[in-house]
């Protein structure tokens, strides 16, 4: 059973950056593709970027390109998601997510494991 999670949320202007962190454990971090989601109140869960397991392919939601970046280090057990030029529409609930494969997929269904999720808020 994996663990994972998140932290780095919170209020922030728009413009400015956060950066979300996700620690897993309990599993074979570096055989899992991994992703991010992000849920707004009212709103189906969206993927946002996702990463393979050795992190040689990232793919990111075309609403992010150029501005959100993910990484992992697979020695911490971690993956990233940098966030830059925040805008209010990127306020949401950020979940990273665990698939036991190294096949990269965004759909949410296909992830096996889930974070409780942190809060990012951007204000205008």
């Known amino acids: 059973q994996v663990q994972l999670v998140e932290s780095g949320g919170g209020l922030v202007q728009a413009g400015g950056s956060l950066r979300l962190s996700c620690a897993a454990s309990g599993g074979t971090f570096s055989s899992y593709a991994m992703g991010w989601f992000r849920q707004a109140p009212g709103k189906e869960r969206e993927f946002v970027a996702a990463?393979?397991?050795?992190?040689?392919?990232?793919y990111n939601a075309d609403s992010v390109k150029g501005r959100f970046t993910i990484s992992r280090d697979n020695a911490k057990n971690t993956v990233y998601l940098q966030m830059n030029s925040l805008k209010p529409e990127d306020t949401a609930v950020y979940y990273c997510?665990?698939?036991?494969?190294?096949?990269?997929?965004?759909?949410?269904?296909?992830?096996?494991?889930w974070g409780q999720g942190t809060q990012v808020t951007v204000s205008s």
């Open positions: 997510a665990a698939r036991n494969t190294v096949v990269v997929t965004r759909s949410p269904a296909s992830y096996d494991y």
């Open positions: 990463i393979s397991w050795r992190g040689g392919n990232t």
